[in-house]
């Protein structure tokens, strides 16, 4: 049997809990949804008021102060939010891409360091770092250790290969625009633990659950392939690498880890797609009623074929030249337009001429996002409305005012 675009969509939401909101405490939310784009700081909140029914930010904010969720730059060097028992793995998975990063760096390479030199800096840096630095501490403690003042190429590198998460603050979405950084909670017993075997526990049968060896970024990668497709799948080997940012030649080894454990489907034009066994298939006539989602979401760039959620033609008015990704409009359970808080209220610019109850539906979630944000960001994302005098829309309407 193909699939469908469409029932390649269905399987999405259902996975990325946007079928319907679910019942769950948002540490485990957190993991059965990988990670949560995270660069912008209100992102990860309103990922999880879109998917969690009676989502309380408050619960956020704790497993962020407790590190129970962390935020890192993890997959596509991107800052993202995991679950803090995940992060040690996944950065394992990302280790050639982040080490590429900043070790590749011209900046970098100008300091006359080399790699073995960023290397051996960690460890002083995990010790400074026990509490939470400011770059500028940072900065000063590697010029005080290496006796002459470093440039920023150097920081830059070890940002990327240092095991670093951001410690949070009392800013209304638990971090500010000055990052401050501090040694993972796992940094200093994974130096002391080999870890387990994860590729055979591949290969045995099942989710690979032990961790993987710490030099061993094949194994930790094939962990985040079973994760990654457990709750975006099914998807091709492309997907995944442009899920994670990682090269053919280390995917390829992280699926052959997998070899057999996994489910291969024909989607749309022939596609060779992989999933893990018994996960949501939702039929295409699944009902999906309207979501507001922030800038960034993951649904919107878990794939290298983006068709499955945003349409093709709209999809230069949502990811800007820039990078920018706009919040968007589902409506079917695709994006149908994009959203920005204005004076108390949401203004949707519609990409279609939308039917009456899609406007009821945006109406309610609209409701929920202004009390969502009011009195903690009401001009939630203000910084980008510059995009909206560039952006063509079929209808604008202002809804959720009071």
Known sequence: MRLSLRRLNRATLARQLLLERHPLPVTDAVRRLVALQAQEPASPYLALWNRLRGFRPDDLADAFRDYAVVKAPLMRITLHAVAAEDRAEFHRAMTPTLRAAGLNDRRFRDSGLSDA??????????????????????????????????????????????????????????????????????????????????????????????????????????????????????????????????????????????????????????????????????????????????????????????ARVIPPAYRPRVIRRNGDVLPTVLVDGHVAGVWRAVDGAVEVTAFEKLSDDAWDGIEREARGLLALIAGRDDAVYGRYGHWWSRIEGARVRVVGRA
Do not use: C
């Open 117 to 306: 030199d960023a290397d051996a800096l960690v460890p002083h840096l995990l010790a400074f770092a026990v509490r939470p630095r400011r770059r500028a501490e940072i900065e000063a403690a590697l010029t005080e250790h290496l006796g002459r003042e470093q440039p920023p190429g150097v920081w830059r590198a070890l940002r990327s290969v240092a095991p670093l998460v951001h410690a949070a603050s009392d800013e209304p979405w638990s971090f500010g625009r000055t990052p401050v950084f501090v040694a993972a909670p796992d940094a200093h017993e994974a130096a002391r633990s080999p870890g387990g075997d994860a590729v055979a526990a591949a290969a045995a049968g099942g989710e690979p659950r032990e961790a993987a060896a710490p030099d061993d970024a094949t194994a930790a990668a094939a962990r985040l392939a079973w994760r990654y497709l457990a709750a975006f799948g099914p998807a091709t080997k492309q997907d995944f690498a442009q899920f994670a940012l990682l090269r053919q030649s280390e995917v390829g080894p992280a699926f052959a880890v997998l070899a057999g454990r996994l489910v291969v489907r024909e989607g749309p034009g022939g596609a060779r797609l992989y999933d893990v066994p018994d996960a949501p298939l939702p039929e295409d006539d699944a009902p999906a009623p309207p979501r507001l989602l922030g800038m960034w979401d993951n649904v919107l760039l878990a794939y290298k074929d983006r």
